[in-house]
């Protein structure tokens, strides 16, 4: 019996003596597949930190307050010019046209996000790479002119933010007319052959039939025919003027603010162009969406793929007002203009 008890003392000391070599060997698999996990991940963490991003940016017009938004939501984001980001530039100089060649020099260039704006920016940039993240800035009706297959679910390789550009060009003829009763004759100030221009005009037919105002429409393809454009409008004996979309009309807001004082006339357009010197602002805040622009870029860098982030369209409308300016041409803002305007220049 004792000699049983002996042999059974020694089966569970063997039996102990194996489950401690398993528990050990285990523990030491496991570390040693933690410090490979650590770093592993530490490495890719090194790896992300060390990486300089290459940001494209394509646009028709300079706009120098809208590029330094962009920046500033970058930078609050955490990414710094020249530190952590390079932002390569391509500027069409007002003529679209040049836009593909613009959108293939920076496509050879290797870049990681391509930001642009317009209808034409996306369309250049898709043509010149179908795999390479685009975030498009305020371009008008995105669906609609065929960039994305829905605001949910954009797909491809395309998201940002677009606006309904046409009923904002609508609105403003309306407010126009609210403010000046007697106008009869309106300018609509245009870039020819923009995509959305059909939907334009079909905005302007509402207004221009329930508030009995004739629009004759004036075409300047680049800043060098805006002078031409007005000269037009003079012999025209055109009233008031609305601008429609385009960044080649919305970057030169000084300059047509400029001649619409010239020439006397009541100017509505952007807040931009009330800023500018013109008399009504109605639409959206272009330096508000290119900082959120940011974001989008921050997502796809962080490996969200374009086609999966929704596409934003702004919810907020500026009215800006520029009561000095309607002084200056003998005119007198209405009360109930005022009372709505979200800001009002004395």
């Not at 933690?34 to 490495?43: D, P, Y």
């Not at 369309?123 to 994305?148: C, F």
């Not at 297959?149 to 007319?177: D, Y």
């Not at 106008?183 to 221009?197: F, K, T, Y």
């Amino acid at each position: 019996m004792n000699r049983k008890a002996g042999h059974m003392r020694a089966g569970l000391r063997r039996r102990v003596g194996a489950d401690d070599a398993r528990r050990s060997t285990r523990r030491t698999f496991l570390v040693a597949l933690g410090s490979s996990i650590l770093t592993a991940s530490f490495g890719a963490f090194a790896q992300q930190v060390g990486k300089i991003y290459r940001i494209g940016f394509l646009g028709v017009g300079k706009a120098p307050g809208r590029i330094d938004t962009l920046r500033a939501g970058l930078r609050d984001l955490g990414y710094v010019e020249g530190k952590n980001i390079i932002i390569e530039y391509r500027w069409a100089e007002g003529s679209s046209e040049r836009l593909p060649q613009l959108a293939v020099e920076l496509v050879r260039l290797n870049i990681d996000v391509l930001v642009t704006h317009s209808t034409g920016g996306p369309r250049a940039a898709r043509q010149a790479s179908a795999s390479i993240p685009i975030v498009m800035v305020a371009v008008a009706d995105a669906v609609a002119t065929g960039l994305v297959e829905s605001l949910a679910r954009p797909g491809g390789n395309i998201t940002g933010s677009t606006i309904l550009g046409p009923q904002l060009v609508a609105k403003r003829l309306e407010m126009l007319k609210e403010a000046l009763p007697h106008v009869s004759r309106v300018a609509l100030l245009v870039r020819p052959n923009i995509p959305s221009l059909p939907s334009i005009r079909k905005e302007m037919e509402t207004v221009v039939r329930s508030r009995k105002v004739e629009v004759q429409e004036f075409e300047a393809r680049h800043p060098k025919d805006l002078e031409a454009a007005f000269q037009g409008m003079a012999r025209s004996r055109i009233e008031a003027v609305v601008v429609s979309e385009h960044p080649v009309l919305t970057e030169n807001a000084g300059i047509i603010a400029k001649l619409a004082i010239n020439h006397r006339l009541p100017l509505a357009g952007y807040g931009e162009f009330t800023e500018a010197g013109g008399m009504l602002g109605y639409g959206v805040s272009f330096p508000e969406l290119y900082r959120r622009a940011a974001y989008f870029v921050d997502k796809i860098l962080k490996g969200t793929k374009p086609g999966d982030l929704p596409v934003e369209q702004p919810t907020k409308f500026e009215l800006v007002v520029n009561v000095k300016t309607a002084k200056a041409l003998g005119l007198t803002i209405p009360q109930s203009i005022l009372v709505r305007a979200d800001k009002v220049i004395e």
